[in-house]
């Protein structure tokens, strides 16, 4: 390898040394609701979430699959107008599980399966 090859590839890996870890493209919200647990699931920034493919958490040590929906969709009903919201049985303060979902860039017309473990 050339200097200048070593010398760029140098620099990329410090570039993505310094650039942080990048912020999750979904995360889930638990809050009480009764003696249950109400989930929202949240989109990152300029991110949409595809409503034609129900988002789904699949929790762990066999708890099942909770899957996300809203009221309010988009004209088109491809996408959630307000963050889907899903309730799971008891009170729990943290979930754990795999989150596999559609999302699509705001200014995108193709979406891109996610799945993202909580």
């Keep these: 390898m050339s ?14 040394a ?5 912020e999750p493209p979904l995360r889930v919200m638990a809050s009480p609701a009764g003696q249950d647990t ?3 699931l949240e989109a990152g920034p ?5 409503a034609r493919l129900a ?5 762990d040590r066999g708890g ?3 899957r996300f929906d809203a009221r309010r969709l988009t004209p088109d009903s491809a996408y959630f107008a307000e963050p889907p919201v899903a309730m799971l049985r008891g ?9 596999r979902a559609s ?3 705001e200014d995108e017309a193709v979406c891109r399966s996610v799945m993202v473990r909580i």
Excluded: D, F
């Excluded at 310094?18 to 990048?22: E, I, K, Y």
């Excluded at 988002?55 to 929790?59: K, M, V």
């Design 3 to 16: 200097a200048a090859r070593s010398r760029a590839a140098a620099w990329l890996v410090l570039a993505l």
């Design 18 to 22: 310094c650039a942080g870890p990048a």
């Design 38 to 40: 109400r989930l929202v």
């Design 46 to 50: 300029q991110l949409k979430i595809n």
């Design 55 to 59: 988002p789904a958490l699949e929790l």
């Design 64 to 66: 099942g699959v909770v």
């Design 91 to 99: 009170r729990h303060e943290r979930v754990h599980g795999t989150l």
């Design 103 to 105: 999302v699509c860039r």
